[in-house]
């Protein structure tokens, strides 16, 4: 796990650096380019799809977060210091890093120096997943939240798959629901790895970017729609990617993305794609999540 995230990020980081472009290490086909940029320039300078008619899901799995304690039923909170980005945190199951009030998920990044069995950091935060207590295939996955802001912060929103039946990262393939960096707030990313026929990573996604404001203001929605031969990213009900080009080595079309996938939620500290927090990083800093459902067809 530690070594694909590693890979991932990285791969990563070259996309965003070349800003807008599709991965450099990939030459995009001409298909990618046209789904690529007519989404970037319809979330920057005009009105996005809007959602109409019956949605043909029915919610399946859910956590409103009601309760006083994360549930353990749906999530773990992860305790680890991986550093697979360079990232500075230490992930904790502590109610300072995660915690249930008042019908909300706090996962909260703060400056403090922590030492557990794997080192000692300066930083610690909350890394939740449903692995091994809850995944899917297919679905329309629905995250309300806000964001933190400021330098250095990386929350995450992704997802990916409980058995990895077609190989290691990114043979099996990732979700990235919504990733952000707080020192732009105002954008959010959707994306999508698996490996080509020659088992080549590549990545195809696409950002949105709010006109007023940014995401830590307030709660907006994180959506994903997957289905067999489509998957769809939108913001507040807005559409602003959609895919239906992926591949595999040595499977065929849908593969990697039918079989089950398990959700994540992060906020990391620092690391190759953020940088480090800076003077004017405030902490502690939290992604609050109102909800987080399930529905499927
Ligand atoms: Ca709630």
Request: glycine share 6%; proline share 5%.
């Amino acid at each position: 796990m530690a070594d694909k995230n590693f890979i991932k990020r990285r791969y990563f980081l070259q996309v965003v650096k070349n800003n807008k472009s599709i991965a450099t290490w990939k030459q995009p086909s001409p298909l990618e380019c046209i789904v690529l940029c007519s989404s970037l320039v319809s979330c920057a300078s005009t009105p996005n799809k809007e959602v109409s008619g019956e949605s043909p899901y029915s919610l399946v799995w859910s956590d409103e977060f009601e309760g006083e304690t994360l549930d353990s039923s749906k999530w773990e909170a992860q305790v680890q210091a991986d550093n697979w980005n360079n990232e500075l945190q230490y992930y904790t199951d502590r109610g300072e890093n995660v915690s249930v009030e008042d019908g909300l998920l706090f996962l909260r990044a703060r400056e403090e120096e922590y030492t557990g069995n794997q080192g000692t950091r300066e930083y610690t935060s909350a890394q939740i997943r449903t692995k091994y207590l809850c995944d899917w295939t297919y679905g329309q996955f629905e995250i309300k939240a806000k964001l933190p802001n400021g330098a250095g912060l990386w929350p995450a929103i992704w997802m990916l798959p409980s058995q990895e039946e077609y190989g290691s990262w990114p043979s099996s393939g990732e979700i990235d629901i919504m990733e952000n960096l707080g020192d732009i707030s105002k954008t959010v990313y959707g994306t999508l790895h698996y490996a080509d026929d020659a088992a080549n990573a590549v990545q195809i996604g696409a950002e949105y970017t709010l006109l007023e404001g940014k995401f830590s203001d307030e709660f907006h929605i994180f959506r994903l729609d997957w289905d067999p031969d489509e998957i769809r990213w939108y913001v507040d009900n807005q559409l602003y990617f959609t895919d239906r080009e992926w591949s595999a080595k040595e499977a065929d079309y849908p593969a990697p993305f039918d079989k089950p996938f398990y959700l994540i939620l992060n906020v990391a500290v620092g690391g190759d794609w953020p940088g480090d927090p800076n003077e004017e990083t405030q902490f502690p800093q939290e992604m609050i999540v109102d909800y987080v459902r399930v529905s499927q067809e």
